[in-house]
């Protein structure tokens, strides 16, 4: 079956820098993707890795390996506003995405 | 106007009513999505369509039925729910379906809840 594993909570200082990982096992592979969530909003998109190494966006960043089935989100200089559910999807052979049930991230001044 | 829109935001309904959920996207993808998401599970995907065709229906009870009447707008019509539906539902869209890289855009949700 496909699956796909992140840890359901994690709690982070103001100002540190917080790594999430998540890995996954899927009938093939057309990219993975990392959304946030704020309580009660939409997902919105942060980031998209199809090729092995990492992708920096501002305070955010993602890395993939693909032999490993392996990708984390680094979020550095964490703000109150970080405080959200991260989500990580992979796309499969059939181009459907495949979500984690996301990473509950809470920040603590 | 937000790229994907949903309405209404909160809905309670009893289980003989029959109400529908509204979708509606200003992006000018082809794509829609009807994603079904309970607490601290993943995102279930309950109905695409591309360019106004059904194209995946992932074994969803028949008591839910999709409409999709040009490729903006996007209906879930609901009928004889269950308390285990209670969920929150997102409506999604994307440039095309089956190209990869086109990240889903997603509306705010509507937070369903069955008497």
């Known amino acids: 079956g496909q699956n796909i594993d992140q840890p359901t909570e994690m709690t982070a200082t103001e100002g540190a820098i917080v790594q999430i990982n998540c890995t996954y096992q899927?009938?093939?592979?057309?990219?993975l993707f990392w959304y946030q969530q704020h309580a009660g909003e939409a997902p919105t998109f942060l980031s998209y890795?199809?090729l092995d190494g990492l992708e920096e966006k501002g305070r955010f960043s993602s890395f993939l390996s693909r032999s490993k089935g392996y990708s984390y989100l680094l979020l550095k200089e964490l703000q109150m506003k970080d405080s959200a559910s991260y989500l990580c999807?992979?796309?499969?052979?059939?181009?459907?995405?495949?979500w984690g049930a996301g990473t509950k991230l809470i920040i603590k001044p | 106007e937000t790229g994907v829109t949903q309405t209404p935001r909160h809905l309670v309904m009893g289980m003989t009513n029959k109400k529908s959920l509204k979708c509606e996207q200003h992006?000018?993808?082809?794509?829609m999505y009807w994603y079904k998401q309970s607490a601290k599970k993943p995102l279930e995907l309950m109905f695409v369509?591309?360019?106004?065709?059904?194209?995946e229906n992932n074994s969803v009870p028949s008591r839910f039925s999709p409409e999709c009447p040009n490729s903006s707008h996007l209906f879930l019509h609901l009928h004889t729910l269950q308390p285990e539906d209670s969920a929150l539902y997102l409506c999604?869209?994307?440039?095309?379906?089956?190209?990869?890289?086109?990240?889903?855009?997603f509306g705010d949700g509507t937070r369903l809840s069955i008497l």
């Open positions: 999604a869209s994307s440039q095309d379906r089956g190209t990869g890289g086109q990240p889903q855009h």
């Open positions: 992006l000018g993808h082809n794509a």
């Open positions: 369509y591309s360019l106004e065709e059904r194209v």
């Open positions: 899927t009938s093939g592979f057309n990219g």
């Open positions: 890795n199809v």
């Open positions: 999807a992979v796309m499969d052979s059939n181009y459907q995405l495949i």
